[in-house]
Structures are given as structure tokens and as C-alpha cells.
């Protein structure tokens, strides 16, 4: 963390432990002393916001795409690089979208976008192309109108974006809206939020989930270098509340396609009961396609590492495939 006093002096523990002061001081454009702004740089930043917690920030230990927290949040030339398989809404999200902020490509569970809004704008991210989502009244009023009148609807998935970046008062707001139906059975929250702004994980948030339960968290841990102490602490407080843990890894080219890093991340979870849920073959999004594994690097990893850890630490290996109704195995 020696890097870190260049840009964040005389930080207290107070202001470090605080996800609003964490939040407040994000960085929204790399530094200088790091990247240089060259035309193609000032391009990717120009189609790709940048955006990094303190903390994520911190745990860079190498300011180059050997370090796998600089891969996942510092932009790249890279990202401007495009093929005929890579698209920017490879699923039809919005062709799935019967009210904005709805995504139903599934017979009975849906995804609501709660936000647009994350700790650290990962570069690999699914929605980087097409993310649209409002913090208005009107906006989640139809979507709450949509979730009344569609009865099949047993499971909602809220996403983003990511939720827990809203307050406190409006995640109780929206799970209060959701669970006031009683054919959804289920709410699952995908974050990224343990990995990046632990902090923001506090005992009134995890009372929130208790007091909605069955809510499951759905966390995104890639790499082992994100399961810090900080991560650790938080999920502890998750779990002792009642709330489940999953985690969904996404295959990363050059952060975590190998052997070793994916036993050291799984077993890692496992030790602080989170399920290892998926591992997922990277989406083909515009402007992702330098972190594509291959199908055949895939399996070969997941053959690999049935040999070598427990089934509770072994994910399933799958790939999200449009037009199907499930994920597949890959």
C-alpha cells in the first residue's frame, strides 16, 4: 500500500473504514503518473468510464497488466479492439426488456437493474456497452407494476450496476416493493461489493437482508489477491447473519486462467463459506475480447481441477449462450 499515500495523505482509519468517504474519493480518471493519455487511451476513456474504489485501488501491487487488480480496473487500448464475435448487447438484453430496468430472458426469474452505478468499473464487464438505469420514482413504480402482474415471476435477481451502492434506506425501499408479492419466493443480489468497497457492508445493511430473507448475495470474487482480511470480515458478517453466499468468477485471459490461481480463489471462498457457483467463459462483449479463455482452456482447466479440490470448492463450469433458457456446461 506504499503507492497509496501518493495520492490519498494523513488518511485516518475512521475515513478508510467509511464507504462514503471510500465512495466520495474514487478515482475518475487514472493518474497521470500511471497512464499516459495518448490519443488511443483518451479514446477507450472516452467510450469507458474509469472508476476505482481507494481500497480496490490499493490492492494494485504492480502497475501493469502482470497485476491482476490493475488488469480488472485500468483501462486498455485493448478495449477498442473489436471482431465479428464480440457484440455490444451479445444476449438482446434490450430486446428482453418489456419495461426498462427488466431484463426476462427466463421463464420465472428476472433481473432488475437497480442502478447503473459501481465501486470500480471493471473492465470486463458484461453491461459495459448497454447499461441503462435510472434512480427515479416512475422507473422502479413500472417495474414494480411489472413484477404485480407477472405471477410466474418465483425469483428476482437485482443487479445493476451495483445495488449496494444505493443507501440503505432505498435497498430496504426496493426489497420491501419486491417481497410485497408473494409469488416471488427468492431475492438474489449480484455485487461485486465484498470485493470492492467491503466497507460498505455494515451491521444495519446485514439486518436488512435478515429482515427479507430468503436473500441470497451472489458475490464476484476473480482472483485470490481480492480475498483480502477486509473481504474476509465482511462475508464473515454476512453469513453469521443468516445470508448465504455464492460467488460467480468470471475466466479471465492473464488474471486467472490457470490452474493454481483457480485452486488458491476456490478454496479460498470455501474457507469463508462461499459457495463457489459458477466460473463463467467470458462474455463475447465489445471491447472484452483481450480477457477471452478459449472453450478448450476452459475445460481443461475444469478437468484439471476436479482432480485437485473438494466438490463444495468446485464451481460449475458454464457459458451463458443467447437464446438458451439455462446456462450451459461447458
Not at 472516452?46 to 485501488?57: A, D, G, L, R
Not at 421463464?107 to 468499473?121: G, P
Not at 413504480?141 to 451502492?165: A, Q, T, W
Not at 453469513?239 to 448465504?244: A, D, F, L, R, S
Amino acid at each position: 500500500m506504499k503507492h497509496l499515500h501518493n495520492f490519498f495523505k494523513n488518511i485516518s482509519q475512521e475515513e478508510w473504514s467509511n464507504w462514503h468517504w471510500q465512495v466520495e474519493n474514487s478515482m475518475s480518471t487514472p493518474p497521470k503518473t500511471i497512464i499516459t493519455n495518448t490519443k488511443k487511451q483518451v479514446a477507450v476513456l472516452e467510450k469507458y468510464p474509469f472508476k476505482i474504489s481507494p481500497y480496490y485501488f490499493a490492492l494494485i501491487q504492480d502497475f501493469s497488466d502482470k497485476d491482476p487488480i490493475f488488469k480488472m480496473s485500468f483501462p486498455s487500448t485493448k478495449e477498442l479492439q473489436t471482431d465479428i464475435y464480440t457484440l455490444a448487447d451479445p444476449f438482446a438484453e434490450d430486446a428482453h426488456s418489456p419495461v426498462p430496468g427488466i431484463v426476462n430472458r427466463y421463464k420465472n426469474r428476472i433481473v432488475l437493474l437497480a442502478t447503473n452505478t459501481c465501486a470500480v468499473n471493471c473492465r470486463h464487464c458484461t453491461r459495459k456497452n448497454t447499461l441503462k438505469a435510472s434512480t427515479s420514482n416512475d422507473y422502479f413504480n413500472n417495474i414494480f407494476k411489472y413484477l404485480k402482474e407477472h405471477k410466474e415471476i418465483r425469483e428476482v435477481l437485482v443487479s445493476g450496476g451495483d445495488p449496494l451502492m444505493l443507501s440503505d434506506e432505498r435497498i430496504d425501499w426496493l426489497l420491501t416493493n419486491i417481497k410485497k408479492n408473494d409469488h416471488i419466493k427468492i431475492i438474489r443480489i449480484g455485487t461485486r461489493i465484498p470485493t470492492t468497497l467491503p466497507m460498505r457492508i455494515t451491521q444495519e445493511l446485514a439486518d436488512i437482508f435478515s429482515k427479507h430473507s430468503p436473500v441470497w448475495i451472489s458475490t464476484h470474487f476473480n482472483h485470490p489477491a481480492e480475498l483480502t482480511n477486509e473481504s474476509k470480515k465482511t462475508c464473515s458478517l454476512l453469513v453469521e447473519n443468516g445470508i448465504p453466499l455464492v460467488n460467480q468468477t468470471v475466466l479471465l485471459k492473464g488474471v486467472n486462467d490457470d490452474v493454481e490461481t483457480l485452486k488458491k480463489l476456490f478454496n479460498g471462498l470455501q474457507e469463508m463459506r462461499i459457495k463457489p457457483y459458477y466460473a463463467f467463459l467470458g462474455d463475447p462483449v465489445l471491447g472484452t475480447e483481450h480477457f477471452y479463455v478459449s472453450h478448450e482452456k476452459a475445460k481443461e482447466l475444469e478437468n484439471n481441477l476436479r482432480e485437485q479440490i473438494s466438490g463444495l470448492a468446485m464451481p460449475a463450469f458454464v457459458a451463458d449462450v443467447a437464446d438458451k433458457k439455462s446456462k450451459i456446461p461447458i
